[in-house]
């Protein structure tokens, strides 16, 4: 497909290219703290509208659509825009992960569609870059399918573990899924003339089920880690189809994205001290069915409750208060009510922090973005390895909804499937406090050993409910 353009047009058509990259890449740099965040989102998303004018105007588009095709693209784009900005403004915090989720598959199946129109067209489009359309294609696929079932696992809409032998079962069933759909894209690329519809459909049916049957085995506390993989896959599927199309706006943006996606996947698998491979294949929080008796060690003792108002007092007259959010938080939307006992804390003269787990939650930074939309200061947000010496210094460590990531167990017990994920040491503060609705277990599954430690004192209830009683106790107090 030509795209060399001449005269003061094309070139100004490249520079409003490159403003697009540049703003793509001001955008990710701005999205990787969460004080630039809002700032970050807001250059991507002139990017995006840059590169969309651009390509509406752009000569090679103009001369081949007429009257009716612009219609059909603009209304597209309204159509699109309009789902995305009112989803966008209704969705819960709660549900942002399925939302992102969602969202990134879209990127993946816009990916696999334009391979699809390349294969079906009739334009001139050489065997190399047709080749880069095919693994475009699959990759596209792969991320669209998986993306869909990794929010039909977060919605709650399927059920988020299968038996190892339904593991071995699919990851066969997978790899040859792959390799028939690879083979096929070959055979497409190396003959190089339009295939039958019917081999189109077949290829991109075996590429979407190669991506069902990558997520479905993953288990809930690995869900953070695939989100980012599919983005990873996302970029990278755009990255190969702007190769075909030779078109530059979408070879950076999709190499950013992608660079970005792969980085951030390793440092969540790094996080839970996991390689990506044992993250895709171990199935975490997957049930035992082997039989082979190699269960997680049984916990002794029992959980010991509190009242939230002795929890409140306790709370005032404490030096040092370290929070730990989770997931509970989320689903409470309690981020403003753990901010406003933190302030009031700190009014008293306590010394307050919170604590954040890099794979907290249900995607990556999701505590972060709760904290930054209640208004906690990015000074009093720590990370991991910075927060993790100052428990044994705190006289209370604050759990809300929080549970995997402040299991004792994957420091002590080599049979848990959490085994070695490195975790918040909260177990280490002179006394826990636990907010829960329940005695369940975490997202994998496993059931926390912190829950039963002499220093920890259950304080069940909504996490919203329970912190506004911790805050009347505060307040009683002074």
Known sequence: MESELGGIGGWLINLAYFVTAVLFILGLKGMSSPKTAAQGIKWAGSGMLVAVVVTLIHPQIMAHADTDRYLLMIGAIIIGGGIAWFGGKRVAMTDMPQMIALYNGMGGGAAGAIAAVAFLGDADIGRMALLLGVLGAIIGSV???????AYAKLDGRLNRSFTRV??????????????IALLIGLLTAIIGNTPPTIIVIAFFLLALTAGILVALPIGGADMPVIISLFNALTGLAVALEGFMLNNPAMIIAGTVVGAAGSLLTQLMARAMNRSLGNVLFSGLGVSDGDGDGSAETAIEGSMKSMEPNDAGVTLAYADKVIFVPGYGMAVAQAQHKIWELAKLLIDRGVKVRFAIHPVAGRMPGHM???????GVPYDLIFDLDEINPEFSTADVALVIGANDVVN???????NSPIYGMP???ADQ???VMVIKRGKGTGFSGV????????????????????????????????
């Open 368 to 374: 972060n973005v709760l904290l930054a939309e209640a």
């Open 429 to 431: 503060a002179k006394q």
């Open 166 to 179: 339904q593991l071995a079962q699919m990851r066969k069933v997978n790899m040859i899924a792959l390799g």
């Open 143 to 149: 991320s669209f399918s998986g993306s869909l079932v």
């Open 423 to 425: 975790i918040l040491a």
């Open 447 to 478: 059931q926390n050993a912190l829950f039963f430690l002499d220093n920890t004192r259950m304080v069940y209830g909504d996490a919203q409910s329970v912190v506004a009683k911790l805050i009347a106790g505060v307040k009683e107090s002074s």
């Open 408 to 414: 004792p167990v994957a420091r002590t017990d080599r």
